[in-house]
């Protein structure tokens, strides 16, 4: 998958399962703050992401992710750690 | 496959809950520690009720053995999902607190609520998913009053009591109910050697209850139609406590 298929997948998830406007996803904004996360709907955010690219995702992974170029980042990263593996 | 994965149900209640899980068309694990006979003989009582399952043995007090165990049945069983997880599976080892030992202590507190902890964090990401799933947790009547001479047990159960209100909170969202039943004086196996007759004098409904009407209320709150039902915890004593 490149990366602009993976950004492409995450998009229309957050958009899908947030109900968020998919012109306030840019890059630069804040994922938090954009899709109005709570600590209970991380779960959600886990979930769409294990069932979308089949990885573990760990409460610490989202330590530093701040913007949806961060959390971009984050997912291609592990796809692509899993892909190697 | 839609399955029902039922905790300690080779014998007593949780056998009449396989049973009850079967006659809702549940493909029924059933889950025992040591008792391989007493659990084919609940296999068999499944498949009288026209429903299929299998026997799944590991030790709820050992993470390790669910992890392997149940998590590779999960992995090898990709067509089959836990929509059903009943943690019933629990130990009595009763003194009071005066002459009770550390083992006495742990031991329960790890099948009881370490039990708990342990098998629903392993099938709950799958609920989460396919954003639906029903978790009975079987407490007691000792979680709710505390009885003497149980303080492992009545501390044990009342954790879990506070766990199913906690993650009936998480988990609501995506269509997953967590509740409890708290049996009083059960007929089983666990409350033989009581003293019936006196106990019997402090029961409203003036018996012992059976484990088909345990199993009853735990087919109500996993069913499709108990889905605002959440958190809570029900009573099967005959009235002695509410």
Redesign the interface.
């Given at each position: 998958m490149s990366n602009e298929e993976i950004i492409e997948k995450i998009n229309n998830f957050l958009v899908e399962e947030f109900e968020t406007d998919p012109s306030k996803i840019t890059p630069d904004a804040n994922l938090k703050e954009t899709l109005e996360l709570d600590s209970?709907d991380y779960?959600?955010l886990v979930?769409v992401i294990?069932?979308n690219f089949a990885f573990k995702v760990k409460p610490e992974d989202f330590v530093g992710i701040n913007t949806f170029q961060d959390f971009y980042n984050y997912v291609i990263d592990r796809v692509n750690t899993k892909e190697l593996v | 496959m839609k399955c029902a994965l039922v905790t300690g149900g080779s014998r007593g209640i949780g056998r009449a809950i396989c049973v009850e899980m079967a006659a809702m068309g549940y493909y029924v694990i059933i889950n025992y520690k040591g008792n391989e006979a007493a659990a084919n003989e609940t296999l068999a009582l499944v498949k009288e009720k026209g429903s299929s399952g299998e026997i799944l043995k590991f030790d709820v007090a050992s993470k390790e053995e669910i992890a392997s165990v149940l998590g590779s049945w999960m992995e090898a069983n990709t067509d089959k999902y836990i929509e059903v997880l009943v943690n019933n599976a629990g130990i009595k080892a009763d003194q009071i607190m005066m002459f009770m030992t550390d083992e006495q202590w742990q031991g329960v507190l790890d099948t009881s609520l370490g039990g708990f902890y342990y098998v629903t964090k392993q099938v709950l990401?799958a609920m989460?998913?396919k954003k639906y799933g029903r978790i009975v947790n079987v407490v007691s009547l000792s979680g709710l009053k505390g009885l003497p001479g149980q303080v492992n047990y009545s501390a044990a159960k009342a954790g879990v009591i506070g766990a199913t209100k906690a993650l009936a909170?998480?988990?609501g969202?995506?269509g997953i109910t967590v509740n409890a039943v708290a049996p009083g004086f059960i007929k089983t196996d666990m409350t033989e050697g009581l003293p019936e007759k006196e106990l019997v004098s402090m029961i409203p409904v003036k018996r012992f209850g059976t484990a088909e009407e345990v199993a009853h209320a735990v087919g109500f709150l996993a069913s499709a139609g108990a889905g605002y039902i959440t958190g809570e915890v029900l009573s099967i004593n005959g009235g002695l406590y509410s």
């Open positions: 209970l779960i959600d979930v294990e069932s | 990401n989460l998913q909170q998480e988990v969202r995506r």
